[in-house]
């Protein structure tokens, strides 16, 4: 049985002391002061993490440590903006439909440390985060819809007819906005440009807002969905994508934070704007580049 000088052991500890600081901190008269104190607190936390030897523990809290660091961050835009909501910048419409290029996705190929966005740490499990419950999916019934700036408005599939289409197997690591990234990720579906090519997406989209369980969304540009690594997985290392993790089907998009690789996907609105998806309504990035650490607006 750990002690409580063991790193687990202090680590919870001072997760449940920077729980308290941030659920009092409004009621001080400086509430930032409360925040900047718990930070300080989860940084210690932070620094604990490494001497943890179980991986299972390790990754557990981890992912922890990252939520609640992610949650602070955000608590603290908002006190910054005199408790105004933070919301999530629009993009400039192109005007044409883009092309993908090395202007708007990170180089292929990286290897060793500079696989490993800035401030993230590895992970060998495979941490659950989402919105709301697990849904429970009838594939007799599920379809996939694109809507929007389509040829005739609609186009849409069954999870017979979307198996049908030209599969590929794509290897690519997965960057949480909590601080783990996982690895060699062995994905199976189909790449998001062909569907949008079945769909007849029409020349004026610039981006696309991809849909999901529990009213969940996400916005991206056309270019960074139309490389080659991003895809609608249905099969994750050899085998089918389970449910916690996005299954029957889950968006991957490898270049950007994982809330925008919407998991449980039911519907794709191709639009000639930007328009802010779930978690940038919310004050996080529109873009969620890991490498340029974009986490917030």
């Known amino acids: 049985?750990?002690?409580?000088?063991?790193?687990?052991?202090e680590v919870?500890?001072?997760?449940?002391?920077?729980?308290?600081?941030?659920?009092?901190?409004?009621?001080?008269?400086?509430?930032?002061?409360?925040?900047?104190?718990?930070?300080?607190?989860?940084?210690?936390?932070?620094?604990?993490?490494?001497?943890?030897?179980?991986?299972?523990?390790?990754?557990?809290l981890l992912v922890q440590v990252g939520r609640r660091s992610d949650d602070l961050d955000r608590l603290m835009r908002v006190e910054a903006r005199g408790g105004q909501p933070v919301r999530g910048?629009?993009?400039?419409?192109?005007?044409?439909?883009?092309?993908?290029?090395?202007?708007?996705?990170?180089?292929?190929?990286?290897?060793?440390?500079d696989r490993l966005p800035p401030s993230q740490r590895l992970v060998t499990s495979w941490p659950v985060l989402h919105v709301g419950r697990i849904p429970r999916v009838d594939l007799t019934t599920w379809r996939l819809t694109c809507?929007?700036?389509?040829?005739?408005?609609?186009?849409?599939?069954?999870?017979?007819?979307?198996?049908?289409?030209?599969?590929?197997?794509?290897?690519?690591?997965?960057?949480?906005?909590?601080?783990?990234?996982?690895?060699?990720?062995?994905?199976?579906?189909?790449?998001?440009r062909d569907v949008a090519d079945a769909a007849g997406v029409l020349p004026a989209a610039t981006h696309a807002i991809v849909y999901g369980a529990n009213a969940y969304s996400a916005n991206i540009d056309l270019p960074s969905l139309a490389a080659d690594d991003v895809l609608f997985a249905w099969g994750h290392d050899g085998g089918p994508l389970t449910p916690e993790h996005g299954g029957?089907?889950?968006?991957?998009?490898?270049?950007?934070?994982?809330?925008?690789?919407?998991?449980?996907?039911?519907?794709?609105?191709?639009?000639?704007?930007?328009?802010?998806?779930?978690?940038?309504?919310r004050g996080y990035h529109n873009v969620a580049d890991p490498f340029l650490e974009q986490r917030y607006a």
């Open 1 to 9: 049985m750990p002690g409580p000088g063991d790193p687990a052991s």
């Open 12 to 60: 919870r500890r001072l997760l449940e002391r920077a729980d308290e600081l941030i659920k009092y901190a409004s009621n001080r008269p400086d509430p930032a002061a409360g925040y900047r104190t718990a930070g300080d607190v989860l940084r210690q936390a932070a620094a604990l993490i490494g001497g943890i030897a179980d991986p299972t523990q390790h990754d557990e």
């Open 89 to 113: 910048e629009p993009r400039p419409r192109t005007g044409r439909l883009p092309q993908p290029g090395p202007a708007t996705l990170h180089p292929s190929g990286r290897t060793g440390a």
């Open 147 to 192: 809507t929007g700036l389509v040829a005739g408005h609609r186009a849409q599939w069954t999870w017979e007819e979307f198996r049908r289409l030209p599969a590929v197997r794509v290897t690519a690591d997965l960057h949480c906005v909590t601080g783990w990234s996982r690895l060699d990720n062995r994905w199976e579906g189909v790449r998001f």
């Open 248 to 281: 029957p089907l889950r968006l991957v998009v490898p270049s950007r934070y994982a809330w925008k690789s919407v998991k449980w996907v039911e519907s794709v609105r191709f639009i000639d704007r930007d328009v802010p998806g779930f978690w940038e309504e």
